[in-house]
């Protein structure tokens, strides 16, 4: 079994997502061989779990730090481990409590929290925290389906 990761600190600071997305991806692309489509849905997935440890996880906080890998197992399953230095959440009560759209609902008043987990959760296969709530894992397979044009 071959497992190639990336392992990454940085302050929490929304500055460094974009310079911090590029070198996963550029990863994912370099180990993963991944598609387009994959590309982009990495690229949401990284985004919105890097601007949730550092919004919601460390209050913005720019002495505390947010840890990050990525890794490919066997070029088929990708993982991501985003961990923060905030006091955690329960990720089943987010759940719980993120409803979509009723139809009597005016869009103006939907409950927004937890919206990004709820769009990683979607891309993914598995999405866990810690106990602690501070560390989450978002596991993906990698498809890599070929269509043939006749």
Do not use: W
Request: charged fraction near 35%; charge should be negative.
């Amino acid at each position: 079994m071959e497992n190639k990761f990336l392992q990454l600190v940085f302050s929490s600071s929304l500055q460094l997502v974009k310079t911090i997305e590029k070198e996963i991806l550029s990863f994912l692309m370099r180990e993963a061989d991944i598609t387009a489509e994959e590309l982009l849905e990495f690229k949401l997935i990284v985004n919105e779990l890097l601007i949730n440890a550092i919004i919601h996880g460390n209050k913005g906080d720019s002495s505390k730090s947010v840890k990050v890998k990525i890794g490919v197992v066997d070029k088929k399953l990708s993982y991501i481990v985003v961990e923060d230095e905030g006091e955690g959440f329960d990720i089943e009560e987010v759940f719980k409590e993120y409803t979509p759209c009723e139809e009597n609902e005016k869009i103006e008043d939907l409950y927004e929290f937890g919206r990004g987990l709820m769009i990683v959760s979607s891309l993914c296969e598995k999405v866990k925290q810690n106990q602690r709530g501070n560390k989450i894992v978002a596991l993906r397979r990698l498809k890599r389906e070929e269509v043939n044009h006749f």
